[in-house]
Nanobody, 125 residues
Framework: QVQLVESGGGLVQSGGSLRLSCAASGNIFSINSMGWYRQAPGKQRELVATIPRGGSSNYADSVKGRFTISGDVAKNMVYLQMNSLKPEDTAVYYC???????????????????WGQGTLVTVSS
């Protein structure tokens, strides 16, 4: 059973910074990607940033140059450094883990999505 726990959200003024952390725990065999998504009131959940395994980080256009995703694979941690925050960044931020779970000795597997509970980021103007 894999669980994700986010932390670091809070209230910040426009132009300020926050650093979100996500800790993954449980039996994680192989990580396909980790990332951050957000959902603002009345809007659909959107990708913020992801780190695919063996690939380059991906960012939403709206956060490029302001947010930086990083991870500590050994500790199953992923971070989101958010700088130059804007009121439009206000949302619940969710950590996401896509991982490959081997289900039998023959090597069959399933790729699973795990979501954290979310952490609220509020940027005041």
């Amino acid at each position: 059973q894999v669980q994700l726990v986010e932390s670091g959200g809070g209230l910040v003024q426009s132009g300020g910074s926050l650093r979100l952390s996500c800790a993954a725990s449980g039996n994680i065999f192989s990580i396909n990607s980790m990332g951050w998504y957000r959902q603002a009131p009345g809007k659909q959940r959107e990708l913020v940033a992801t780190i695919p395994r063996g690939g380059s980080s991906n960012y939403a256009d709206s956060v490029k140059g302001r947010f930086t995703i990083s991870g500590d694979v050994a500790k199953n941690m992923v971070y989101l450094q958010m700088n130059s925050l804007k009121p439009e960044d206000t949302a619940v931020y969710y950590c996401n883990l896509n991982h490959r779970r081997v289900i039998n000795v023959e090597g069959a597997y399933r790729d699973l999505e795990v979501w954290g509970q979310g952490t609220l980021v509020t940027v005041s103007s």
